[in-house]
């Protein structure tokens, strides 16, 4: 059999649905974990110990591993490839989309390159040292408080965590259109403003979190019935403690 290419101006089956899959990993299981582990990590704000239960809980879960490869890992895997074919394959088109269209287009690949290689850092410094068995879930905090207390640790967390909030606030706002969910020009700009709010409270809880740990005891804002004094406290005997047995007999 002699496979028929599509008629001209006819979408091609095969690239429609690559794009639909493309999107959709990005927005659910990419984009959902993205949520959550912006916000599980934001209980670190709270103390050592709020962290350690929140990311106790997400321990209990059965089969996480497997879990992670096929929820987070494979449609990572596929949304980061199939993102780089697009941005080959797309070009600029100022008559149709107008220059502020085409410069989020050019900032949305720009910023799922940089997210992936951070998420890949990333993983590897956590995930992938856990499963080797180098590192214990119990010790994530002490890892995080370790490494974002240098000035360029705090610096590439803070670009990848930029990335990757943009990449899905934007990403939202065109998979409403890719879908049909957001077509008139006011829909796109109602959407656009939405998720333009939505990606912002996302960034800063992240940015929050990485403050607590270089810059400020429970970071910056003003979350209910936080104590930093005693954090700090808390912070300080921690670090006192492992100075010590650090120190040389």
Not at 17 to 27: A, E, M, T
Request: charged fraction near 15%; charge should be positive.
């Amino acid at each position: 059999m002699h496979h028929t290419p599509p008629a001209p101006g006819v979408a091609d089956p095969r690239r429609f649905l690559l794009r639909r899959l493309h999107s959709l990993c990005g927005v659910l299981p990419i984009g959902v974990f993205l949520v959550v582990h912006l916000w599980t990590n934001a209980q670190a704000i709270r103390g050592r110990d709020a962290f350690r239960h929140a990311v106790g809980e997400i321990q209990t879960i059965p089969a996480l591993p497997l879990i992670e490869l096929v929820g987070i890992i494979a449609p990572l895997a596929f949304h980061a490839f199939y993102g780089l074919v697009i941005a080959a394959q797309a070009r600029f088109n100022v008559q149709r989309y107008g220059y502020t269209r085409n410069w989020l287009f050019l900032l949305q690949r720009a910023s799922g390159l940089v997210a992936f290689v951070f998420l890949v850092v990333h993983f590897g410094q956590f995930r992938a040292a856990k499963l080797l068995g180098s590192l214990r879930w119990e010790a994530f905090y002490d890892r995080l408080s370790a490494g974002l207390g240098s000035p360029g640790m705090f610096a590439l967390y803070l670009l990848g965590v930029t990335a990757s909030v943009f990449h899905f606030a934007n990403g939202l706002w065109t998979a409403g259109q890719t879908w049909g969910l957001a077509c008139s020009d006011r829909a796109r700009r109602r959407t656009a403003v939405g998720f333009a709010l939505f990606g912002l409270a996302l960034w800063l809880v992240g940015v929050d979190t990485l403050l607590h740990f270089f810059y400020r005891c429970g970071g910056v804002l003003p979350w209910p019935g936080l104590d930093r004094d005693a954090l700090c406290r808390d912070a300080d005997m921690l670090r006192a403690v492992v100075d010590g047995a650090r120190a040389p007999l």
